[in-house]
């Protein structure tokens, strides 16, 4: 089974890097933080490249 991205919406301040990194995983949920709502919308290796790593609070974690 491939890992999946989470966002921990309690850390998330809502900066857009993810958002605008991977639009096809990650966008904005109603409640103005990052989610992901597609978590196969890319492969693991750019998820964390663009995502996971430029995080700046390292709310985005893999389950």
């Given at each position: 089974?491939?890992?999946?991205?989470?966002?921990?919406?309690?850390?998330?301040?809502?900066?857009?890097?993810?958002?605008?990194?991977?639009?096809e995983?990650?966008?904005?949920?109603?409640?103005?933080k990052?989610?992901?709502?597609d978590?196969?919308?890319?492969s693991?290796?750019?998820?964390?490249?663009?995502?996971?790593?430029?995080?700046?609070v390292?709310?985005?974690?893999?389950?």
């Open positions: 089974m491939a890992k999946e991205p989470w966002v921990d919406q309690d850390v998330c301040i809502s900066c857009g890097l993810c958002t605008d990194n991977v639009p995983v990650f966008r904005f949920a109603d409640n103005g990052a989610e992901a709502y978590p196969v919308g890319a693991e290796d750019e998820i964390q490249r663009n995502a996971v790593d430029v995080c700046p390292s709310c985005i974690h893999w389950r």
